[in-house]
């Protein structure tokens, strides 16, 4: 059984960090695609970030960027969203995703079989 598990979530003030960390089991994390996307009230679910578990090859949204790092720990089948500089744009639930392609789409939710149940993440200004 295939479970992602999130953890890390908070309320921070803006400029503050948080890392989230998306533990995954129950299936081969090698050769899999690792997202991650947030979730604001009233808005469309957003690619925020991915890695390619084999290669370690990542991509990280525009809005994000030089803010938010993704990384991975294959020894621990767990990725991580180093996230800084935190805004009050980025409140929001963020959710790990995962599925066996090489990440060639990985900021559409569409591409991910797999979901965890979500972290929320809220910046105060």
């Known amino acids: 059984q295939v479970q992602l598990v999130e953890s890390g979530g908070g309320s921070v003030q803006a400029g503050g960090s948080l890392r989230l960390s998306c533990a995954a089991s129950?299936?081969?994390?090698?050769?899999?695609?690792m997202g991650w996307f947030r979730q604001a009230p009233g808005k469309n679910r957003e690619g925020v970030a991915s890695?390619?578990?084999?290669?370690?090859?990542?991509y990280v949204a525009d809005s994000v960027r030089g803010r938010f790092t993704i990384s991975r720990d294959n020894a621990k089948s767990t990725v991580y969203l180093q996230m800084n500089s935190l805004k009050p744009e980025d409140t929001a639930m963020y959710y790990c995703?995962?599925?066996?392609?090489?990440?060639?789409?990985?900021?559409?939710?569409?591409?991910?079989?797999?979901w965890g149940q979500g972290t929320q993440v809220t910046v105060s200004s």
């Open positions: 129950g299936y081969s994390y090698s050769r899999h695609c």
């Open positions: 890695v390619y578990t084999t290669q370690g090859s990542t």
């Open positions: 995703a995962s599925d066996p392609f090489d990440c060639s789409s990985p900021d559409r939710s569409s591409s991910y079989a797999y």
